[in-house]
């Protein structure tokens, strides 16, 4: 049996643990991530059916721990504007890059896209060692380090263990910290769909009395990613559908206001499913344990800013770690890791609330709702500072960024 010594362990090696994984690389630290998946081969050939709206300030993050370079080299696509709309009533909002002086209001890249340049960036990192598949157990926290043992028995030791491990967070659970979790009792639908006219790099929401349903535009012009959240039964009812009755729902669910710019819908990948839930750890830290990503948090997906939330956790967590080990304190220690939890968990918990604010106003057939809905949407999309500043907030360019958001090393 052998013994290793690293000063931080990430448990999970998904996109939100793999970059910071490159991040803290890039400071020096001494990396080991440990992934109970085999080492993806990554097969971009065909649209990859999860894929990430990124915003802008995500972008930065990416660029400046070396991974946007490998995602552009593959297929990422720009979204130019955003059109947002309600099934009931005319009210609408469109938000354009234009009016935040920048290229693109966020990017459209697919999971495994990132997925791969993160894995080529860890791979070409010499302080970033692999344990892919493995899991870890055992694990022993004598207030000095952490430890742990992998599947083929090698000890692992370090100052800090990190919990990047997803939505059922083993690190959580072994801490034993609580979440307040609640489920929508809903499905989001994915799948890749080619339309007969151009998307023109417009990404559109529509929210209908059962969820909403995004186009997603791809670097094809015919070609969308779609996000359609629907209560169960519905859901089931239309995955079970044949082709031609899915893309006859689709159209009749789309093709209105802004939708029917995109014409008749031609053709539908495979569809997958995936059950919409929230939770929120009451903790993000422990002593010598801290959690990133959607092992700390699990948001709706109709404002796509689960894995942002994530990347967001990411810079904050590798500014306050090379900080500390500047001015050499224990990175594990209770002192350095609040510093990390206040500074994260109120702007997750101000996010998650939001989204489910929106998401109960927004999935609703009650008339006066509805009417206020649209006169909402009107009312946003006039006054143009309530506008721009919704903007800028969904592209990540306001509030208290971090280093990495803002293009810098930490
Ligand atoms: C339909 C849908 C659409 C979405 N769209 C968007 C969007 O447009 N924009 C956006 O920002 N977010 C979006 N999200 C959310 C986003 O996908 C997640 O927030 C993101 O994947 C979280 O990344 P993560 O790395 O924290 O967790 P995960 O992606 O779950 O990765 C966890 C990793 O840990 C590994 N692991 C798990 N358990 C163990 C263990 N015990 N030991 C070792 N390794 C382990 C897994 O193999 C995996 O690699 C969407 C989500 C859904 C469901």
Redesign the pocket.
């Known amino acids: 049996m052998s013994t290793k010594q690293f000063d931080i362990v990430i448990?999970?090696?998904?996109?939100?643990?793999?970059t910071l994984a490159c991040a803290l690389a890039e400071a020096d630290f001494r990396i080991a991530v440990?992934?109970?998946?085999p080492v993806p081969d990554i097969d971009t050939s065909d649209y990859d059916l999860?894929?990430?709206?990124?915003?802008l300030g995500?972008k930065a993050i990416f660029e400046t721990v070396g991974l946007w370079s490998g995602m552009e080299s593959q297929r990422l696509s720009c979204i130019d504007s955003m059109a947002v709309w309600d099934e009931a009533g005319s009210g609408h909002i469109h938000f354009d890059s234009a009016e935040m002086a920048q290229p693109c209001l966020g990017y459209?890249v697919e999971?495994r896209v990132i997925r791969k340049a993160a894995l080529d960036r860890m791979q070409a990192l010499r302080n970033i060692e692999l344990f892919c598949p493995?899991?870890?157990s055992g694990i022993d926290n004598d207030g000095n380090s952490i430890s742990m043992r992998t599947d083929d028995g090698t000890l692992l030791e370090s100052h800090l263990l990190v919990g990047?491990?997803?939505?059922?967070?083993?690190?959580r659970h072994w801490a034993d910290i609580d979440t307040r979790s609640w489920s929508f009792e809903q499905k989001?639908i994915?799948a890749t769909v080619t339309t007969s006219e151009d998307h023109g790099g417009v990404a559109r929401q529509r929210f209908l009395a059962t969820g909403p349903l995004a186009f997603?535009p791809l670097d094809d012009p015919h070609k969308c990613s779609i996000?359609w959240s629907a209560d169960n039964a519905r859901a089931d009812a239309l995955l079970a559908m044949e082709d031609a009755g899915f893309l006859a729902e689709l159209h009749a669910a789309i093709a209105d206001g802004p939708g029917t710019a995109l014409g008749d819908m031609e053709a539908v990948s495979q569809r997958a499913a995936?059950p919409?839930t929230s939770a929120h750890a009451q903790h993000y830290i422990d002593e010598r344990i801290v959690l990133?990503?959607?092992?700390a948090h699990?948001?709706h997906?109709l404002a796509?800013?689960?894995?942002?939330?994530?990347?967001g956790d990411v810079a904050v967590l590798a500014e306050v770690l090379v900080e500390s080990q500047r001015e050499r304190r224990d990175i594990g220690s209770l002192k350095v890791l609040r510093r990390y939890e206040r500074w994260r968990r109120g702007d997750n918990a101000l996010m998650l609330t939001s989204m489910d604010g929106f998401k109960r106003l927004f999935s609703n057939d009650d008339p006066i709702l509805g009417g206020l809905r649209n006169v909402g949407l009107d009312l946003a999309d006039t006054l143009s500072p309530l506008k721009h500043r919704i903007m800028l907030y969904a592209a990540g360019l306001a509030g208290d960024r971090p280093k990495l958001m803002r293009g810098l090393r930490p």
């Not at 448990?11 to 793999?18: D, E, F, I, N, P």
């Not at 440990?34 to 998946?37: E, I, L, R």
């Not at 796509?304 to 990347?311: D, E, S, T, W």
């Open positions: 448990v999970g090696g998904g996109m939100v643990g793999a440990v992934d109970s998946a999860r894929v990430s709206a990124v915003t995500s459209i999971n493995a899991s870890v990047a491990d997803g939505a059922n967070s083993y690190v989001a994915v997603l996000v995936f919409l990133v990503g959607d092992a699990r948001i997906p796509g800013q689960g894995l942002n939330l994530g990347l």
